[in-house]
């Protein structure tokens, strides 16, 4: 499966705890038979969540080393681009050709970027928040994993 992670699914598996193993054991995300991708976006995001965070040398270790499994990809891409601009009109309830049936969203500009991402490459998207609900089926692929579940 092709699948693209967002950035609080890395920071949780920079933890190496339970979670992360009960998570891996359920969805499998690190089986040899997924191709695993990030936008370059999670880059920049990580790398300001490990300052901000004051993430410890053992855990950036550990993110590095998963970094290393996962191919990156650019957003410097036209198709991608315009996707973009598609997914946050559409949020806001003001994409000419789609009508909506929720509020308007207001989607962090970096989760634009990864659910763009994963829209023009067709990948699914494994995550721990609801921010990209509202465009599941309809632009993306989404799995969601509710973390709350492994912290009982």
Same mark, same amino acid.
Request: proline letters at 0%; zero cysteines; charged letters at 35%.
């Given at each position: 499966?092709?699948?693209?992670?967002?950035?609080?699914?890395?920071?949780?598996?920079?933890?190496?705890?339970?979670?992360?193993?009960?998570?891996?054991?359920?969805?499998?995300?690190?089986?040899?038979?997924?191709?695993?991708?990030?936008?370059?976006?999670?880059?920049?995001?990580?790398? =300001?969540?490990?300052? %901000? /965070?004051?993430?410890?040398?053992?855990? #950036?270790?550990?993110?590095?080393?998963?970094? $290393?499994? +996962?191919?990156?990809?650019?957003?410097?891409?036209?198709?991608?681009?315009?996707?973009?601009?598609?997914?946050?009109?559409?949020?806001?309830?003001?994409?000419?050709?789609?009508?909506?049936?929720?509020?308007?969203?207001?989607?962090?500009?970096?989760?634009?970027?990864?659910?763009?991402? =994963?829209?023009?490459? %067709? /990948?699914?998207?494994?995550?721990?928040? #609801?921010?990209?609900?509202?465009?599941?089926? $309809?632009? +993306?692929?989404?799995?969601?994993?509710?973390?709350?579940?492994?912290?009982?």
């Amino acid at each position: 499966m092709d699948i693209i992670l967002d950035t609080n699914l890395l920071l949780i598996y920079s933890r190496g705890t339970e979670v992360s193993e009960q998570i891996e054991k359920e969805y499998e995300i690190f089986k040899d038979q997924n191709r695993l991708m990030i936008s370059v976006v999670t880059l920049g995001e990580l790398n =300001a969540l490990t300052k %901000k /965070l004051g993430i410890g040398d053992s855990r #950036k270790k550990r993110l590095e080393k998963t970094l $290393e499994r +996962i191919a990156k990809i650019n957003v410097n891409i036209k198709e991608v681009i315009d996707r973009y601009g598609d997914i946050d009109a559409y949020s806001q309830g003001k994409l000419s050709n789609k009508k909506v049936e929720f509020s308007s969203r207001n989607m962090g500009k970096n989760d634009i970027w990864i659910a763009a991402t =994963a829209s023009v490459y %067709k /990948l699914k998207l494994y995550t721990t928040d #609801k921010d990209f609900d509202h465009l599941a089926g $309809e632009f +993306i692929d989404l799995e969601f994993i509710d973390i709350e579940k492994y912290r009982r």
